[in-house]
T-cell receptor, first 116, second 110 residues
Framework: ETGVTQTPRHLVMGMTNKKSLKCEQHLGHNAMYWYKQSAKKPLELMFV???????ENNSVPSRFSPECPNSSHLFLHLHTLQPEDSALYLC???????????????FGPGTRLTVL | QKEVEQNSGPLSVPEGAIASLNCTYSDRGSQSFFWYRQYSGKSPELIMFIYSNGDKEDGRFTAQLNKASQYVSLLIRDSQPSDSATYLC??????????FGKGTKLSVKP
């Protein structure tokens, strides 16, 4: 496989469930990101990992918990979510470990999350 | 609050025409500017990036940057129905972050 992959592509969960989103990049990149995309709102950066260390947490509620075990994999652990957390969750990666501002980001296909 | 503003559209142009997409940003220290295209139900894909004032051309696409006016645009020449999508402007902020606009929906009519 090439590029950035995400699983699952669709997820429906109740507010009391615990689930995890997975992202894998096959590009040899050093930085990985989680974004949230809600209807009629801009892409919102949630987390940034550079060389497997979290470098940014954009005031995300603690019910979202990221994990980056290595430079190719990124997880987003979900627990006790709210209906307003329903959105498209996008993973992205970029080559440079120095930060996202100047480096092209490549996106995965996203996970469409619905919280009931 | 650093912001990136785009007209949400929809912008409708006939096939073969030039589509002009505009974006303004608030962070004067921004260094990098990206245009992404997002088809409905798909993830964003990079079209172009630009770092310097002026024009940058790639095939039918031209990005234009004016840092003094804090303005970046994307021109699509000879628009095709397959160009119909939402175009996202993204700006690299002075604090190392990347900020996206809400996107402009483009519709190219055959």
């Amino acid at each position: 496989e090439t590029g950035v992959t995400q699983t699952p592509r669709h997820l429906v969960m109740g507010m009391t469930n615990k689930k995890s989103l997975k992202c894998e990049q096959h590009l040899g990149h050093n930085a990985m990101y989680w974004y949230k995309q809600s209807a009629k709102k801009p892409l919102e950066l949630m987390f940034v990992y550079s060389l497997e260390e979290r470098v940014e947490n954009n005031s995300v509620p603690s019910r979202f918990s990221p994990e980056c075990p290595n430079s190719s994999h990124l997880f987003l652990h979900l627990h006790t979510l709210q209906p307003e957390d329903s959105a498209l969750y996008l993973c992205a990666s970029s080559l440079s470990p120095t930060g996202p501002s100047t480096d092209t980001q490549y996106f995965g296909p996203g996970t469409r999350l619905t919280v009931l | 609050q650093k912001e990136v503003e785009q007209n949400s559209g929809p912008l409708s142009v006939p096939e073969g025409a030039i589509a002009s997409l505009n974006c303004t940003y608030s962070d004067r220290g921004s260094q990098s500017f990206f245009w992404y295209r997002q088809y409905s139900g798909k993830s964003p894909e990079l079209i172009m990036f630009i770092y310097s004032n002026g024009d940058k051309e790639d095939g039918r696409f031209t990005a234009q940057l004016n840092k003094a006016s804090q303005y970046v645009s994307l021109l699509i020449r000879d628009s095709q129905p397959s160009d119909s999508a939402t175009y996202l402007c993204a700006v690299g902020g002075s604090q190392g972050n990347l900020i996206f606009g809400k996107g402009t929906k483009l519709s190219v009519k055959p």
